[in-house]
C-alpha cells in the first residue's frame, strides 16, 4: 500500500509503517497538483499546510486519510464521508507542547522578554540603564488566576502548568465538567499524582476575572472574544490563542490592546496564514509565533508514532489491506 505523508512525517513513524509493509512517499506534491496526482495513494497524511478539499478526495480512491494533529479543519469530512473514508487525527499527542508554548509567551509577556530580546543586541551598550528602567516592570505569574476557554487534552495540561506555577485555574468549557485534574511529578521523585481542584464557570465570570485567558478551542463560525467580551474582561488582561485563528476577532483584539484593556497578547495563530497584512505583526505588547504550538520533536515523533499505529490498526485489521 502507498501512503503520501504530503506534509512529512516523523523518521520513527515511517520506519514504523515500512517494516509493516507500506510504501511511504515524502516528496511533497503541491497544492494545484495534489487532485490529479492522488490516484496513485492508498493513504494520505498531513499535517496544516495542505488542504484536503472535496475535489482532491472525489479524484482519488484513497482507503484512509490522517491528520498529523488534533483538528481536521483542513479535511473536507463531508466529501470523505461520501466515499466512505475514514478520517483519523492525533488529539492527544501535542497536547503538552501547544501548552508549553502558552506559557513560554506568558513568562516571556511578564517580563518583557518579546521586547528586551529585540532591544538588547540594538541598544544594550549604549543605553543599558534605560533599558533595565523600562524592562523593570514585569508581573509574576504566581498567585494570579487563569481563565482557560476549552477544557479537553490542551486546556488540562495547560492548568497543570499554571498549578504548577501557583496560579488560580478557572475555565469555561461548553461539554466538560471536570472538577479535579492530576498533578504528576518528576518520575525519578517517586510521588504519585495528586488530584486538584479546578473550578468551572460561565464564559462572564471567568471574563470579569481572569488575570490571564488562554483559549483551547476548535475553529469556530464565529469569534468568541470579541468586542463585547473584550469590554467585559479586567483592565490589563493578557490574552494567549495557540488555539485556531479566528476564535479571537483580530480588529477588537487591537483596539483593546491600543487602548491598555489588554496589556499583551500572545498569538500563535491567525485570521489567515501567513496573515494577509502586519495589523498583528507590528505590534509591541504582542508576542508572536509562527502556528508552531505543537511542533517540537518529542510531539512530531509522539503524532508520527500514534498515526502509524492507527493506520496499521484501520488497514492491516480489515479487508482493506
Partial sequence: MKIL??????????????????E???????????????????VLLVRSATKVTAQIIEASNLKLIGRAGVGTDNIDKVAAAKKNIP???TPAASSISVAELVFAHLFGMARFLHLSNREMPLHGVQKFKDLKNE?????????????????????QETAKIALGVGMKVMYFDMYSNLLQVPFSFHPDLGLEPVMVNIQKVELEE?????????????KTEKPILAKEEFEKMKQGVGIVNCARGGVVDEPSLKAALDSGKVAFAGLDVFENEPPLNDMMLSIPNVSLSPHCGASTKEAQERIGVELANQIIHHLKSSSLA
Fill in 206 to 218: 471567568l471574563l470579569s476575572h481572569a488575570d490571564f485567558i488562554s483559549l483551547h478551542v476548535p
Fill in 87 to 89: 478520517v483519523i487525527n
Fill in 24 to 42: 511511504v512517499i515524502t516528496d511533497k506534491i503541491s497544492q494545484d497538483e495534489l487532485a490529479s496526482k492522488i490516484i496513485d495513494f492508498d
Fill in 135 to 155: 524592562y523593570s516592570k514585569g508581573i509574576e505569574l504566581k498567585g494570579k488566576t487563569i481563565g482557560i476557554i476549552g477544557f479537553g487534552r490542551i486546556g
Fill in 5 to 22: 505523508a504530503n506534509d512529512g512525517i516523523d523518521k520513527s513513524a515511517k520506519d514504523i509503517l515500512e517494516n509493516n509493509g507500506f
